[in-house]
């Protein structure tokens, strides 16, 4: 049986990345029928199923620890409980914000991941090897767009880098453990995420250099999940109106 | 080519390791890579698949066999000779027969993998289309798992996910 | 590239070759790209696959609105995979107009000038969870009787979009029932929901198969050349039989005080539709008819950019090859 304050840990970890996926998807679906073109529409809309899979998937997992209902963390927790990143509930921006957010996550979920697949707690070790299959697929996605709109015209050239400029200290927040992290990491059922810091500013440094954009300096990063920005509370207000709109409804 | 759509790109799906590609439809796309991953997305939600291609629209010489009828139909200036893909359809009754891949052949025209075809096979309509322009996945296992199998997990998108529900039902429960 | 072979009434051999596409078509054969095809029929079709790709896209508005209010993760899954397969079809659609020789390009231009119609259900507005459910059972409901008889099209391309398109739908129409009936055995704020979104969506649903054949001038040369194999009437009946008695047996009232069931024909007879509203619809004066077309131009213009880098792009890997 797991030890309490470790299962209170890992619960706690289970939901900030069940919030991080579910924010984000929130996001991706925004732009459902507002694509550049047809075929974005229904690849937009397929990353926005697969990232709500994940949060499912990682809400299964937290459910088997403490019988929790999916949709009652989701859509009737108190806003201010919430414990996603800030970088996945700033507001879409144009396209090549939402593309240059998209990589910059899933460059880090495939980091994630791939140790996250070894984890000594067997449940989380099996989801993790799941939804790693599909991030490949974000990450050549997201960065095939990357790069296209890094290398393409000016405009698109300047609308990236200022996405960058924007984004990438948020990126850095992904880094940061959260309160009671250190006990998962080291009984190994949590990768350490400072030992992942330094491979992804590598690779995203490298990518990013390649296609021509320059990474910022500097910027503020996020302390704690518990910091959001003001877009926070009307993404949730809108996401669980219905469900708060009738609290007596059994099922939806 | 370049109007506000991008250019279209056939899209050929294979199924599993044994099943004959098929030419599925087509997506706009502004390069061929970008077609590759945006026909993973519009072509494998549902069923899995082993394998995918893709091939710029204008590349295709496609006749139908109506079409053959005319002596001069397959005649046209040949090049260096080169690997074709030539694909049939069968039949005109089952909506759902799309063109299967009849093989690949050296020729030194459109016409004439299409001619080479015929030896093999019968059709009502073909398509023929140069190797060198066709981008695919690579069978590799790690390809084929990032990019086909998660579809196979998604139950929820299977009808049988859902049973059918009557309001009698709905009553007793 | 396929080469069309169209046919006019002033070319010489056009009534032998009538006669033969006439036959073909009795013999239940498909016309495919390429093959010989009166200039009316590749006009009528154009219209038709294009109008009902126009639709799809345009129905993914006042859905998608819905995706980020769903109440719970199943049903935000599930709308989720129903937008996105509206995307789907839109492009089969596209695709299966293509192969009649009309270009994307083309077709997108006369959405956002106004001058293409499309389906007039996408006028009107989502007001409420509920609609989601009700525009899954009875929207999808009458799209899927419509779209079952249009698989049997002539037209190759058509015909299997139509297949693959009604297989996808019967999901959605199955999803859509759930939920309404879920609803109205529900709390009470759930039964008024959902009879509301019935109430206001039923009418606009009973239009969806068009006016009465009396008043459809296109329908018998649609009928002679197998682009339509029934008329608006007889799916609106077949609808209208299949629902009826499930939506009364969940409890809820239909919004129509002259609908009866005839014991004779065993159909479900309606009270007067309309149609003066159904025109006003079409002609452009619905409640979300601006902006819809307003929301597509917008998403048009502002993709500009993007579609604009994605050329550049691909230019110079082609220059960049070429060395």
């Known amino acids: ?252 | 080519m370049w109007g506000t759509e991008w250019p279209r790109y056939e899209v050929i799906k294979q199924d599993t390791e044994r099943s004959l590609p098929q030419m599925v439809g087509s997506v706009h796309a502004a390069d061929p890579e970008h077609a590759l991953l945006v026909a993973r997305h519009v072509f494998v939600r549902r069923p899995s698949a082993y394998a995918l291609f893709v091939a710029p629209a204008e590349a295709f010489f496609h006749v139908t066999q109506e079409g053959l009828r005319d002596p001069m139909a397959l005649e046209m200036p040949e090049g260096e000779a080169e690997a074709y893909w030539v694909f049939a359809k069968r039949s005109h009754r089952r909506s759902m027969v799309y063109g299967d891949l009849v093989g690949r052949f050296l020729a030194k025209s459109p016409g004439e993998a299409v001619k080479e075809a015929l030896l093999q096979t019968q059709g009502v309509a073909f398509w023929a289309v140069p190797e060198r322009v066709i981008l695919g996945t690579e069978p590799k296992a790690e390809v084929i798992e990032s990019w086909f199998a998660p579809a196979k997990d998604k139950t929820y998108r299977l009808q049988s996910y859902y049973g059918l529900i009557t309001a009698k039902e709905m009553e007793d429960a | 590239m396929v080469r069309l072979r169209i046919g006019y009434p002033e070319d010489p051999d056009y009534g032998e070759r009538l006669a033969e596409f006439e036959a073909r078509i009795a013999r239940g054969e498909k016309i495919e790209p390429g093959d010989w095809m009166p200039a009316e029929y590749r006009r009528q079709l154009i219209r038709m696959i294009s109008q009902h790709a126009h639709s799809e896209w345009v129905g993914m508005l006042p859905e998608g609105a819905w995706i980020p209010r769903a109440p719970s993760l199943r049903r935000k899954l599930i709308l989720l995979a129903k937008v996105q397969d509206e995307a789907g079809h839109g492009q089969y659609l596209y695709h299966a107009a293509e192969t009649l020789g009309i270009t994307r390009e083309e077709m997108v231009e006369a959405l956002l000038s106004g001058k293409a119609k499309y389906s007039n259900i996408f006028n009107y507005p989502t007001l409420t969870w509920a609609d989601i459910g009700i525009i899954g059972w009875l929207v999808d409901g009458m799209a899927i009787k419509n779209q079952t008889m249009l698989a049997q099209c002539s037209y190759g391309p058509y015909s299997r979009a139509m297949v693959r398109i009604c297989a996808e739908e019967t999901f959605h129409h199955k999803q859509g029932k759930e939920a309404v009936l879920l609803y109205a055995k529900g709390t009470r704020k759930q039964r008024q929901m959902v009879q509301d979104a019935l109430n206001r969506w039923w009418w606009p649903t009973l239009m969806m198969a068009g006016p009465h054949d009396s008043e459809s001038p296109h329908t018998p040369l649609l009928l002679r050349w197998g682009i339509k194999t029934k008329t608006n009437d007889q799916i609106r009946q077949e609808f209208l039989n299949e629902h009826v008695p499930e939506l009364l047996e969940a409890g809820l009232s239909i919004p129509d005080p002259d609908l009866r069931y005839d014991e004779k024909t065993g159909n479900w007879l309606h009270g007067p539709i309309l149609w003066e509203e159904f025109w006003k619809v079409i002609g452009g004066e619905g409640p979300m008819n601006r902006h819809r077309l307003l929301a597509r131009r917008r998403a048009h213009e502002e993709g500009r950019w993007v579609r604009e880098a994605l050329e550049a792009h691909a230019r110079q890997r082609l220059a960049q090859a070429a060395d």
């Open chain 1, 1 to 252: 049986m797991l030890d309490p304050y470790l299962k209170e840990a890992l619960i706690r970890k289970l939901t900030a990345l069940a919030d991080d996926e579910v924010v984000l998807a929130q996001r991706l679906s925004e732009w459902v029928a507002h694509a550049p073109i047809l075929e974005e529409d229904i690849a937009i809309a397929n990353l926005a199923q697969d990232e709500l899979g994940h949060a499912k998937l990682y809400l299964e997992l937290r459910q088997e620890l403490d019988g929790s209902d999916p949709d009652q963390v989701v859509f009737l927790r108190d806003p201010l409980d919430y414990g996603n990143a800030v970088l996945v509930e700033l507001p879409r921006g144009d396209w090549a914000f939402t593309m240059v957010r998209q990589y910059l996550f899933d460059a880090y979920e495939g980091l994630w991941l791939r140790e996250a697949a070894s984890s000594r707690y067997a449940p989380l070790a099996e989801v993790a090897a799941r939804i790693l299959k599909e991030e490949r697929f974000h990450l050549k996605h997201s960065s095939l767009w990357v790069e296209r709109l890094a290398l393409g015209t000016e405009e698109s050239h300047r609308r990236a880098q200022e996405a960058l400029d924007l984004l990438f200290p948020y990126a850095r927040q992904l880094f940061r453990p959260l309160e009671g992290e250190e006990a998962l990491v080291e009984a190994g059922f949590v990768p350490d995420l400072k030992a992942l810091e330094g491979p992804y500013l590598e690779e995203v440094g490298s990518f990013l250099k390649g296609v021509g954009l320059r990474v910022p300096e500097g910027g503020y990063v996020p302390k704690s999940r518990r910091e959001h920005t003001e877009h926070l509370w009307s993404l949730l207000a809108e996401m669980q109106s219905v469900a708060r709109w009738d609290r007596e409804a059994k099922a939806w």
